[in-house]
Nanobody
Framework: QVQVVESGGGLAQAGGSLRLSCVAS????????VGWYRQAPGKERELVAT???????VYADAVKGRFAISRVNVKNTTYLQMNSLKPEDTAVYSC??????????????WGQGTQVTVSS
């Protein structure tokens, strides 16, 4: 079984920075892609950024130029560096990982989420 755990959320002022971490653990054979998503109160969950095993990255238009996703494969860890934060970035940020576990069983798992609150 594969799990992901997020950390690094908290309170920041507008213009500030936070770095989120997503650590995958368990019976991992490959991690093909990791994505960060967010859900604000009363809104649907939306994509923030994704990175695949080849290093290809996709960002939502709302965060381009401010957020950066990266991964350290040997640590099974994916980061989301968030700079120039805005109050509209306030949301619960969740990590999703897809890949194959032992015996090549596919997995698609979500973390519990971490709250990011940006004050004006």
């Amino acid at each position: 079984q594969v799990q992901v755990v997020e950390s690094g959320g908290g309170l920041a002022q507008a213009g500030g920075s936070l770095r989120l971490s997503c650590v995958a653990s368990g019976s991992i054979y490959t991690i093909n892609g990791v994505g960060w998503y967010r859900q604000a109160p009363g809104k649907e969950r939306e994509l923030v950024a994704t990175i695949n095993s080849g290093g290809a990255i996709v960002y939502a238009d709302a965060v381009k130029g401010r957020f950066a996703i990266s991964r350290v494969n040997v640590k099974n860890t994916t980061y989301l560096q968030m700079n120039s934060l805005k109050p509209e970035d306030t949301a619960v940020y969740s990590c999703n990982a897809k890949g194959y576990g032992l015996k090549l069983r596919p997995y698609d798992v979500w973390g519990q989420g971490t709250q990011v609150t940006v004050s004006s």
